[in-house]
């Protein structure tokens, strides 16, 4: 089965940091394009990064400047840095990933989701 798994979630001041990874198990052969969204309560989901498998990034301009999309190919995960975080960032953190597995199907995957909290 593949599957994309998200960790380093948790709670953080305001201007702190936060890493979360998002790590593809499973019968892979590469992730394609991949991507980090996010969704507040009682908002819609939010694109906040993408990152290529040339590694082309973009991101919006609420995030822009704060959050690092990157990739380790050869461990088939996906990261997001987060820096000056502000309460605002406070969501859920999904991980989206186009996935071309051994078997020479693409998949389109999420993850369970990470709780990323700023407060003090």
């Known amino acids: 089965q593949v599957r994309l798994v998200e960790s380093g979630g948790g709670l953080v001041q305001p201007g702190g940091s936060l890493r979360l990874s998002c790590a593809a198990s499973?019968?892979?052969?590469?992730?394609?394009?991949a991507a980090w969204y996010r969704q507040a309560p009682g908002k819609q989901r939010e694109l906040v990064a993408t990152?290529?498998?040339?590694?082309?990034?973009n991101y919006p301009d609420s995030v822009k400047g704060r959050f690092t999309i990157s990739r380790d190919n050869a461990k088939n995960t996906v990261y997001l840095q987060m820096n000056s975080l502000k309460p605002e960032d406070t969501a859920d953190y999904y991980c989206?990933?186009?996935?071309?597995?051994?078997?020479?199907?693409?998949?389109?995957?999420w993850g369970q989701g990470t709780l990323v909290t700023v407060s003090s």
């Open positions: 990152i290529t498998i040339g590694g082309g990034t």
């Open positions: 499973g019968r892979i052969s590469r992730i394609e394009n």
């Open positions: 989206n990933a186009a996935i071309f597995t051994t078997t020479f199907t693409y998949l389109e995957l």
